[in-house]
C-alpha cells in the first residue's frame, strides 16, 4: 500500500511539473484599452478583444481553456457586474477556440459555418462549446451601442476565416490574417493559401486608414504600416524564391540558402526560415 502511494504520489509531481502544465501556470492577461470599453487582450495563444458594456461583454476569440479563468477574471477586473453575452471566433485554431466551452457554454457563440464543420469533426473538442450561431459571408452584432461587424474572407489562414471590425472605434481584430512581424502560418492541410492570404491584407490595406488599430492574432498591436510590411515581406519573399526556383534550384536547395539576412527577424519558433520557405515554394506550385 505504502509502495502504490509512494509511486502515485511521484506520479502527480511528474505530471504536476509537466511541460504542458507549466506552459500556462506564470501566463498573465494584459489588456490594453483601445478606445472606451474596447481592449485588447493577450495571454496565452491568439490575442483577443473585448468589448464591453450594458448590454453585456463581447469577446473575440478564447484562446486555451487552461487560459479561461485568468480571461475571466480580466473581464471582471474591466467591467464588473457584467456578464460574457457573445464569443466569436475568428477562426477554428485550438490556440482560439481552447477556451470556447469554459467561457461560453450558455452564451452566443459565433464564427463561420466551417469552424463549426471542424470542431465537430475534432471527438476532443466538447459539444457545449460548438458555434451556436454561424454565418457564411457576414454578420453584424448591434451590442453596446456598436456595430461590430463579422466578415468572413476567403479560405486564407484556414477555410473559416473571419475578420471582426469595430467600425464605430477604428479598430480591426484579424484573427490568424495578421502575424504581426513574424512568418505567417498558412494552413494548408485546412483549406489555407497563401496567394489568397497576401490579397486579403491587401484588401484590409486598402480598407483602413493610417489611424486604425490593428489586432493581430499573434503578436503587438499594429496599424496599416505593420499590415504593408508584413505584405512587402510576403511579396519579397515570394518573389526571391519563384526567382530562384526559375534557376533551376531545388526546395531543399533554396532551404540551404536561405532567404538572406533582411528576413531574420521574421523567424520564430513555429514558423521557421524554412517552413516559411516550404510554404512560399508550395504556393508557387499552386499558381
Ligand atoms: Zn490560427
Do not use: C
Amino acid at each position: 500500500m505504502r509502495f502504490l502511494f509512494s509511486i502515485v504520489f511521484v506520479l502527480s509531481l511528474i505530471l504536476s511539473n509537466s511541460a504542458y502544465a507549466d506552459r500556462f501556470a506564470d501566463v498573465q492577461i494584459e489588456s490594453t484599452e483601445l478606445s472606451p470599453n474596447l481592449y485588447m487582450l493577450t495571454g496565452a495563444g491568439g490575442n483577443m478583444a473585448a468589448l464591453t458594456g450594458d448590454d453585456g461583454i463581447v469577446l473575440i476569440d478564447g484562446q486555451f481553456a487552461e487560459m479561461a479563468g485568468k480571461i475571466e477574471a480580466k473581464l471582471t477586473e474591466l467591467a464588473a457586474g457584467q456578464a460574457l453575452q457573445v464569443l466569436v471566433n475568428t477562426h477554428f485554431h485550438g490556440d482560439h477556440v481552447g477556451g470556447n466551452a469554459m467561457l461560453a457554454a450558455d452564451n452566443r457563440i459565433i464564427a463561420h459555418d466551417n469552424v463549426r464543420k471542424r470542431l465537430q469533426a475534432d471527438s476532443n473538442f466538447p459539444a457545449e462549446g460548438l458555434p451556436n450561431l454561424t454565418f457564411t459571408d457576414e454578420l453584424t452584432l448591434h451590442m453596446n451601442g456598436h456595430h461590430i461587424l463579422l466578415t468572413a474572407m476567403q479560405p486564407s489562414h484556414t477555410d473559416g476565416d473571419s475578420i471582426v471590425w469595430f467600425k464605430d472605434s477604428n479598430v480591426v481584430h484579424m484573427g490568424d490574417l495578421m502575424f504581426e512581424g513574424r512568418f505567417p502560418f498558412v494552413d494548408t492541410n485546412s483549406g489555407g493559401n497563401l496567394h489568397a492570404y497576401m490579397e486579403v491584407t491587401r484588401h484590409v490595406i486598402a480598407t483602413i486608414d493610417a489611424d486604425t488599430q490593428v489586432i493581430p492574432g499573434h503578436g503587438q498591436l499594429t496599424n496599416r504600416a505593420g499590415l504593408e510590411r508584413e505584405l512587402a515581406m510576403m511579396e519579397a519573399t515570394l518573389a526571391l524564391v519563384k526567382q530562384h526556383k526559375a534557376n533551376g534550384l531545388s526546395e531543399q536547395a533554396i532551404i540551404e540558402r536561405g532567404l538572406g539576412d533582411e528576413w531574420l527577424d521574421w523567424h520564430w519558433n513555429f514558423i521557421t526560415e524554412e517552413r516559411w520557405i516550404r510554404t512560399l515554394y508550395q504556393a508557387l506550385a499552386d499558381e
